[in-house]
Antibody, heavy 122, light 112 residues
């Protein structure tokens, strides 16, 4: 069955960097685009980034554009989120999610991981 | 960016009774390809979000038929015909018509 699992969260100081990973299984990883979505403690969902199945395009929320980079390694069936210049307001649970639609189009996320907690604090 | 607004933000419901959540977008969600990419997600306490409905009214795999979606343009609704205890959680609408994708604030469904 479809599984996505995030790792790499932790505590980091303001201005620091962290790379999150998302291991996927149970489907053809190379056929689907992927999203990162975060949820600050006690708050709602915030969409952050999307990468197309063929890495032809990436898209970002304004709040992370220029600081975060989404990428993927098809050989490892793994999605990444490189986070630089971290701020206290980036503290959240970060979820990766597979897109509903195979190929170039995007319908939004379907299967989500449990998430990994990132805490930005001095 | 497209702003998604949900009402109500909290919905106390009696078991077995219907529930309805509205979602309004700041601009039309009709994509250039003719589709409307409006989805609904359920987040139970301590769990990741779960896709319920996509493209306004299509139920995702395994979603009970007591959940239904409707609407067009800028106004959308999620309905639960008879609320069950397992439906407690927060419900979010999300638009995937235009990047950046955006979520509504969430509606907390609780049992009276």
């Amino acid at each position: 069955q479809v599984q996505v699992a995030e790792s790499g969260g932790g505590v980091v100081q303001p201005g620091g960097s962290l790379r999150l990973s998302c291991a996927a299984s149970g489907f053809t990883f190379s056929s689907y685009g992927f999203h990162w979505v975060r949820q600050a403690p006690g708050k709602g969902l915030e969409w952050l980034a999307f990468i197309r199945y063929d890495e032809s395009n990436t898209y970002y929320a304004d709040s992370v554009k220029g600081r975060f980079t989404i990428s993927r390694d098809i050989a490892k069936n793994t999605l990444y989120l490189q986070m630089n210049s971290l701020r206290p307001e980036d503290t959240a649970v970060y979820h990766c999610a597979k897109d509903l639609t195979a190929g170039f189009a995007s319908n939004g996320p379907d299967w989500w991981g449990q998430g990994t907690l990132v805490s930005v604090s001095s | 960016d497209i702003v998604m607004t949900q009402t109500p933000l909290s919905s106390p419901v009696t078991l077995g009774q219907p529930a309805s959540i509205s979602c309004t977008s700041s601009q039309s969600l009709v994509h250039g390809d003719g589709n409307t990419y409006l989805s609904w997600y359920q987040q139970r306490p301590g769990q990741p979000p779960r896709l319920l409905i996509y493209k306004i009214s299509n139920r995702f795999s395994g979603v009970p038929d007591r959940f239904s979606g409707s609407g067009a343009g800028t106004d959308f609704t999620l309905k639960i015909t008879r609320v069950e205890a397992e439906d407690v959680g927060v419900y979010y609408c999300m638009q995937a018509t235009q990047f950046p994708y955006t979520f509504g604030q969430g509606t907390k469904l609780e049992i009276k």
